[in-house]
């Protein structure tokens, strides 16, 4: 989605390297994100479930992928990935959140 939000908004978008952005690629509280999802969840007529549970989902696939935890440590906003179960040292950089962004859009997209 983001990638089409920045061809859409040409040089006005921000790249700003973070997953919760608007159609501008600014980035947002989580708060605003579950606002719009539950919008989005009422208006389609579907029982709310929580983002969080998305979120824990998306990651966990991720791991199941093989992505480095200290790179889902990032992804979720965690500062230190050392807290995670397998304790692999990498320093993620944008090259590795890349890989986590295509590994999740190929799995779910195909």
Do not use: I, N
């Amino acid at each position: 989605m983001q990638k089409k939000d920045r061809l859409k908004a040409g040089d006005a978008y921000v790249g700003s390297g973070y997953v919760l952005v608007d159609e501008l690629g600014q980035p947002q509280r989580t708060d605003w994100f579950r606002r719009r999802v539950y919008d989005l969840m009422t208006k389609v007529g579907v029982r709310k479930v929580r983002p969080y549970d998305a979120r824990h989902a998306c990651l966990t696939y991720l791991a199941g992928a093989g992505v480095p935890d200290v790179v889902l440590a990032a992804w979720a906003g965690h500062a230190d990935g050392g807290t995670l179960a397998k304790r692999v040292y990498v320093h993620p950089d944008s090259s590795h959140l890349k890989v986590a962004a295509e590994h999740l859009e190929s799995g779910l997209f195909g």
